[in-house]
């Protein structure tokens, strides 16, 4: 079968292809540059503990020597501290879980540094073919596949079983496919600056309102990076004000003596401004052609990570073209890419625009959150430390693979469609490991909660009680599934089974062993069991549904082993 095309090779289009070799899928990623990337230390990128976590999976393990994980978050409002948050910050050794009981620490990396790491990664997959100075123009779809063609100076056809537009928001694919992207323009702007100092919070981020020297505007925050280097954002008005490098040293002056008493030595090392959009792309599907990252959707405002979004795409849909690409069509399963992530960045945009008007002092919701500074700034740290609607983790509740709820189901404290607790888990073989190491291999899990595990030999508990008919029942289970055992779960009784999707979010919870609710849940997980009340796809903003161009052109077939021929 032919290789999935990716078009991109940013972080999210890396990532997918990774993500997909990881299942045994060969791809092949047309990136429209020379394939290197000049380093900007002022374009950083906050990174979620889950998503941090699988690109070390996907090999990128050296992320925590070039990011830094923050200790602490700190919201000051004129000279008043308002809230300080510790976090399950500073340096791990590989494999180390976070502390208990404090939030996780976001990983704060220059993207160059991650892109590299990310192409270093490529570099090694056997099953990747990385194409530099490959622009498409050309895009065709029949019921066998796609075609691509690239422009000068490599001109060439590509053949592909899927392929997906990770090329950014000037997206050419998207442009090819007739996919609208409405939205709204320079919702926000700011100032950036990176810079090597000496600050009063060590390894801490700080976000600071209304500071109170002249030239300190609404909001100021600094971000810690590795080596004694932080990035400022200044948050500008939305039009008008021209950002001078005279300008901006003042600020930088200005900030750091407000923070320490005097401005303190420090090397500048770059600048920038960055105006945030909020863009949602119509569809995400259209036959074998996706998008993902930011051809999909644009958000970035109130501390919203769009990259992170970008990840979450790969990765929601890297099993689900991996399970197509092996067992065969499965339209209702790719079809969920669509009705999951774009609801879920919807509802993240949603909430931003919601928080705007509060935050930024314009009326209009502002009635809804107590006018204290205290809420006003927890509602701002949610965005960047992963909480409440503006930065958690996306549950898909709501999923056309959800199965029906029945009897058998149980609950826990994980609820259905929500990622799974990174619990520690055992395997039949008796290695141990964390559960997320156990995701991404194109299969789902079944856990056992069975407290005492850990202190029986395995020879034991794998004859014992219910595990000999839950290994019957997993046996029997549509495609490859493993078993797993833990010896808790939160909320979680013994005996309680878990069905977990390839990337780590909760099919349902069951008391005790049900092979056939299981077998349901399984089924529905896969695709197989549409549910009668399903998102449907979108079927408008589209040109012709067979894709852009249909007359037949000569085709470069790329195998599994990075050679290609004509077809």
């Known amino acids: 079968m032919d290789p999935v095309i990716v078009v991109g090779a940013g972080p999210v289009g890396l990532t997918l292809s990774l993500a997909l070799a990881a299942q045994g899928v060969p791809s092949v990623v047309l990136d429209e540059g020379p394939g290197t990337e000049e380093p900007r230390p002022a374009r950083t990128v906050v990174l979620r503990e889950d998503t941090a976590d699988l690109l070390g999976r996907l090999g990128c393990r050296e992320l925590d020597r070039v990011g830094l994980r923050w200790a602490g978050w700190r919201s000051m409002r004129r000279k008043q501290v308002v809230r300080t948050v510790p976090l399950s910050g ?11 009981g404090l939030l996780p620490a976001p990983l704060h990396v220059p993207q160059h540094a991650l892109s590299g790491a990310l192409r270093a990664a490529v570099d090694k997959a056997p099953l990747v073919r990385r194409v530099p100075m490959s622009r498409i123009d050309t895009l065709e779809q029949d019921p066998d596949g796609i075609t691509v063609h690239t422009r000068e100076p490599g001109s060439t056809w590509w053949r592909g079983s899927y392929l997906v537009g990770c090329d950014g928001a000037r997206s050419t694919v998207r442009k090819l496919l007739d996919i609208r992207f409405p939205g709204r323009t320079a919702v926000e702007r700011y100032a950036v600056a990176a810079l090597r100092a000496e600050l009063p919070w060590p390894d801490e981020a700080v976000s600071h309102r209304q500071p109170p020297w002249r030239t300190g505007g609404a909001e100021v925050s600094a971000r810690p990076l590795p080596d004694g280097v932080w990035r400022l954002d ?11 490098p005279e300008a901006l040293i003042t600020r930088i002056r200005d900030t750091l003596a407000g923070w320490c008493g005097e401005t303190p030595a420090y090397e500048l090392l770059d600048t920038g401004v960055h105006t945030l959009h909020h863009r949602l792309a119509r569809r995400w599907r259209k036959q074998r052609a996706f998008l993902a990252g930011d051809a999909a959707h644009l958000l970035g405002a109130v501390g919203t990570q769009g990259l992170d979004e970008g990840i979450r795409d790969a990765e929601n849909l890297a099993w689900k073209l991996a399970h197509a ?11 969920s890419y669509q009705a999951e992530r774009r609801a879920a960045v919807a509802a993240r945009l949603r909430a931003a625009d919601q928080s705007l008007p509060i935050l930024r002092g314009g009326g209009g919701l502002r009635t809804l959150v107590p006018g204290a500074a205290r809420g006003h700034d927890t509602l701002l740290a949610d965005g960047h430390l992963g909480c409440g609607a503006l930065g958690a983790p996306p549950s898909y509740s709501h999923s056309p693979l959800s199965p029906p709820h029945t009897e058998a189901h149980t609950v826990v404290g994980t609820p259905p469609g929500a990622p799974v607790a990174d619990v520690t888990v055992t395997a039949p073989d008796g290695t141990t490991a964390r559960l997320r190491e156990r995701l991404g291999q194109g ?3 079944v856990i056992l909660v069975a407290p005492g595990t850990g202190v029986w030999d395995r020879r034991h508990w794998q004859t014992a009680g219910v595990m000999p008919r839950l290994t019957e029942a997993v046996a029997a289970l549509p495609g490859a599934t493993e078993l797993l055992v833990t010896e808790s779960y939160p909320g979680a009784s013994a005996h309680t089974v878990l069905l977990v999707r390839p990337d780590g979010h909760l099919v349902a919870a069951f ?15 896969l695709g197989g069991a549409p549910r009668e009340a399903r998102e449907p796809v979108e079927q408008g903003d589209g040109g012709d549904e067979r894709g852009a161009g249909s007359e037949q052109r000569p085709r470069a077939r790329v195998h599994a082993d990075g050679t290609a021929g004509l077809n």
Request: negative net charge; aromatic residues 6%.
């Open 90 to 100: 500073g340096r791990r050794d590989e494999g180390e879980a976070p502390l208990p």
């Open 234 to 244: 200044w948050l500008l008005p939305p039009r008008g004000e021209l950002v001078t």
């Open 325 to 335: 690409w092996h067992h065969g069509p499965a339209e209702h399963l790719l079809d």
């Open 443 to 445: 299969h789902p899990l």
């Open 511 to 525: 008391g005790g062993v049900r092979p056939t609710e299981l077998f349901t849940a399984a089924q529905a997980a």
